[in-house]
Structures are given as structure tokens and as C-alpha cells.
């Protein structure tokens, strides 16, 4: 159905060969037109503050900016005497968003870069929670532990601290 009412609004025939060219020139200029309405992806999806959260009757309370870089690179495993649990979220625009903005590296770069040290150096991954309200729960119940979520889906919890929000640009 959808094909034909694109054909129809490019005014072709619906038949073979001709309704599917009808079909992606019609949706071309659909696309064309919301382009030069505003109204495209782009505005849609918008980057969102990042918020990085550790355990607040843990040792992590006052680490820095670089000091969370340093963590998920595997540069660094330790803050005092006990070993950092490193926490990710599952692929997707928050996991890019934190990679780029706070380590500094694509998800491909990222991924890269753990398979030499695990493969050279022995290292362990990072490991990866559920989604927001799991790394919200381990972060909550782990005094060693630092994460990150999206700012907006940060709750009042007395167990968590939120280090430092990093802005969307």
C-alpha cells in the first residue's frame, strides 16, 4: 500500500518496474521537502547530556574527568586499595555519546582498542549492564563501581552520586 499512495502522488502507474522508480522518487521528494521544511532526522534525534555516576559511600566520590577516561581505557583499575568495576550500557546513541565525549574514541576505536589489550595484555572487558536502570542498580548496591547514563534518566537515589554531567555540544 504504501508504494502505491507514493506512486500516486508522483502521478505513475502502479505496475511493475514503474511503481517502484514512482515509489523512490516520491519518496525522495518527500524527503526533499522536509529537508527544506526543517523537519529531518537531525532535528528529531538530538544529543542529550551525559551523566557519569559512582556509589556515594564509595572511594570514587571526587575522580575527574580524566580519571574516568583513564578508568574505561584500562589505563587504570584501581582508586586506593580496591579495583574499579568499569560499567557500560549496551550499543547505542548513549554509549557513543559517552565514548566520544568523556574517553575520546568511536565505538569502533573503543571496541579496537580493548581487543589488543585483552589479547596483548590479558586485560578484562568492561564489563556491560541491561540498560539505565540496571546500571542505576549496580552502581547503587557496588561501592567500587562507575557508569554513565543519559542526564534525564538520572532518579533521586541516595545511593548514587552523579560525578559530573558532561553537555551535549
Known sequence: MGIRFLALLAGRRVDGRRARVAGWWAAAALCLLAALAGVGVASV???EDIAVIVNVGGPLTSLTLPDV???????????????????????????????????????KEYKLHWLQRVFQEGATLPKV???????LGVVATRRNSVGYLPASLVHDM??????FVVPSP
Do not use: C, I, N, W
Open 69 to 107: 577516561r583513564a578508568l574505561y581505557l584500562g589505563e587504570r583499575q584501581f582508586v586506593g586499595p580496591e579495583m574499579v568495576v568499569v560499567l557500560h550500557l549496551p550499543e547505542g546513541d548513549a554509549k557513543a555519546t559517552f565514548l566520544s565525549r568523556v574517553v575520546g574514541r568511536t565505538l
Open 45 to 47: 534525534v538530538r544529543a
Open 129 to 135: 549492564v541491561a540498560g539505565p536502570e540496571a546500571m
Open 158 to 163: 541516595p545511593e548514587v552520586k552523579v560525578l
